[in-house]
Nanobody, 117 residues
Framework: QVQLVESGGGLVQPGGSLRLSCAIS????????VNWYRQAPGKQRDLVAS???????NYVDSVKGRFTISRDNAKNTVYLQMNSLKPEDTAVYYC???????????WGQGTQVTVSS
Protein backbone atom coordinates (compact mmCIF):
# COMPACT_ATOMS: atom_id res chain seq x y z
CA GLN A 1 0.00 0.00 0.00
CA VAL A 2 1.41 3.36 -1.03
CA GLN A 3 1.14 6.14 1.52
CA LEU A 4 2.18 9.77 1.24
CA VAL A 5 2.54 11.78 4.44
CA GLU A 6 2.99 15.55 4.39
CA SER A 7 4.54 17.48 7.24
CA GLY A 8 6.09 20.85 7.97
CA GLY A 9 3.09 23.14 7.78
CA GLY A 10 2.35 25.80 10.34
CA LEU A 11 1.74 29.46 11.02
CA VAL A 12 4.30 31.96 9.74
CA GLN A 13 4.48 35.70 9.27
CA PRO A 14 4.51 37.25 5.80
CA GLY A 15 8.04 37.06 4.43
CA GLY A 16 8.80 33.94 6.44
CA SER A 17 9.77 30.48 5.30
CA LEU A 18 8.63 26.89 5.69
CA ARG A 19 9.86 23.59 4.33
CA LEU A 20 7.23 20.98 3.61
CA SER A 21 8.08 17.30 3.38
CA CYS A 22 6.29 14.49 1.58
CA ALA A 23 7.42 11.07 2.77
CA ILE A 24 6.55 8.22 0.43
CA SER A 25 6.21 4.64 1.69
CA UNK A 26 7.92 3.16 -1.36
CA UNK A 27 10.80 3.98 -3.64
CA UNK A 28 10.44 7.45 -5.05
CA UNK A 29 11.82 6.03 -8.28
CA UNK A 30 8.53 4.12 -8.72
CA UNK A 31 6.81 7.40 -9.63
CA UNK A 32 7.04 9.39 -12.84
CA UNK A 33 6.29 12.62 -11.00
CA VAL A 34 5.69 13.96 -7.52
CA ASN A 35 3.68 17.14 -7.20
CA TRP A 36 2.62 19.70 -4.65
CA TYR A 37 -0.90 21.11 -4.80
CA ARG A 38 -2.64 23.60 -2.58
CA GLN A 39 -6.25 24.38 -1.80
CA ALA A 40 -7.48 27.47 0.01
CA PRO A 41 -10.92 27.54 1.66
CA GLY A 42 -13.62 27.82 -0.98
CA LYS A 43 -11.09 27.51 -3.81
CA GLN A 44 -10.14 24.78 -6.22
CA ARG A 45 -7.09 22.62 -5.69
CA ASP A 46 -4.26 23.96 -7.85
CA LEU A 47 -0.89 22.57 -8.87
CA VAL A 48 2.00 24.48 -7.30
CA ALA A 49 5.15 22.57 -8.23
CA SER A 50 6.21 19.27 -9.74
CA UNK A 51 9.34 17.20 -10.12
CA UNK A 52 9.69 14.31 -12.55
CA UNK A 53 11.62 11.08 -12.18
CA UNK A 54 14.23 12.73 -14.39
CA UNK A 55 14.55 15.70 -12.05
CA UNK A 56 12.73 18.24 -14.20
CA UNK A 57 10.95 20.85 -12.08
CA ASN A 58 8.07 23.17 -12.88
CA TYR A 59 6.27 25.86 -10.89
CA VAL A 60 3.12 27.89 -11.13
CA ASP A 61 3.97 31.49 -12.00
CA SER A 62 2.84 32.85 -8.64
CA VAL A 63 5.54 30.94 -6.74
CA LYS A 64 8.45 31.10 -9.19
CA GLY A 65 11.54 32.46 -7.49
CA ARG A 66 10.09 31.83 -4.03
CA PHE A 67 9.41 28.07 -3.88
CA THR A 68 11.80 25.22 -4.65
CA ILE A 69 10.82 21.58 -5.07
CA SER A 70 13.48 18.94 -4.54
CA ARG A 71 13.79 15.26 -3.77
CA ASP A 72 15.99 12.97 -1.72
CA ASN A 73 15.85 9.56 -3.34
CA ALA A 74 17.64 7.85 -0.45
CA LYS A 75 14.99 9.11 1.99
CA ASN A 76 12.05 8.64 -0.43
CA THR A 77 11.05 12.20 0.33
CA VAL A 78 10.10 15.25 -1.72
CA TYR A 79 10.43 18.73 -0.25
CA LEU A 80 8.89 22.10 -0.96
CA GLN A 81 10.99 24.97 0.34
CA MET A 82 8.78 28.04 0.58
CA ASN A 83 10.43 31.43 1.05
CA SER A 84 9.07 34.98 1.05
CA LEU A 85 5.65 33.67 1.98
CA LYS A 86 2.60 35.82 1.31
CA PRO A 87 -0.89 35.70 2.84
CA GLU A 88 -2.22 34.42 -0.47
CA ASP A 89 -0.05 31.32 -0.01
CA THR A 90 -2.33 30.26 2.84
CA ALA A 91 -3.82 26.88 1.98
CA VAL A 92 -3.76 23.19 2.72
CA TYR A 93 -0.82 21.77 0.81
CA TYR A 94 -1.03 18.24 -0.61
CA CYS A 95 1.55 16.07 -2.27
CA UNK A 96 0.64 13.51 -4.87
CA UNK A 97 2.54 10.99 -6.93
CA UNK A 98 1.90 9.09 -10.13
CA UNK A 99 3.06 5.48 -10.24
CA UNK A 100 5.00 4.28 -13.25
CA UNK A 101 3.54 0.78 -12.95
CA UNK A 102 -0.25 0.76 -13.01
CA UNK A 103 -0.66 4.49 -13.54
CA UNK A 104 -2.36 5.09 -10.18
CA UNK A 105 -2.26 8.49 -8.53
CA UNK A 106 -1.83 8.78 -4.77
CA TRP A 107 -2.58 11.70 -2.47
CA GLY A 108 -1.41 12.64 0.98
CA GLN A 109 -3.67 13.96 3.72
CA GLY A 110 -2.48 17.55 3.48
CA THR A 111 -0.70 19.96 5.79
CA GLN A 112 -1.99 23.42 6.70
CA VAL A 113 0.09 26.48 5.85
CA THR A 114 -1.11 29.79 7.26
CA VAL A 115 0.66 33.06 6.45
CA SER A 116 -0.57 35.84 8.70
CA SER A 117 0.70 38.64 10.87
Amino acid sequence: QVQLVESGGGLVQPGGSLRLSCAISGSILSFYAVNWYRQAPGKQRDLVASITDGGITNYVDSVKGRFTISRDNAKNTVYLQMNSLKPEDTAVYYCNAGAILGGRIFWGQGTQVTVSS
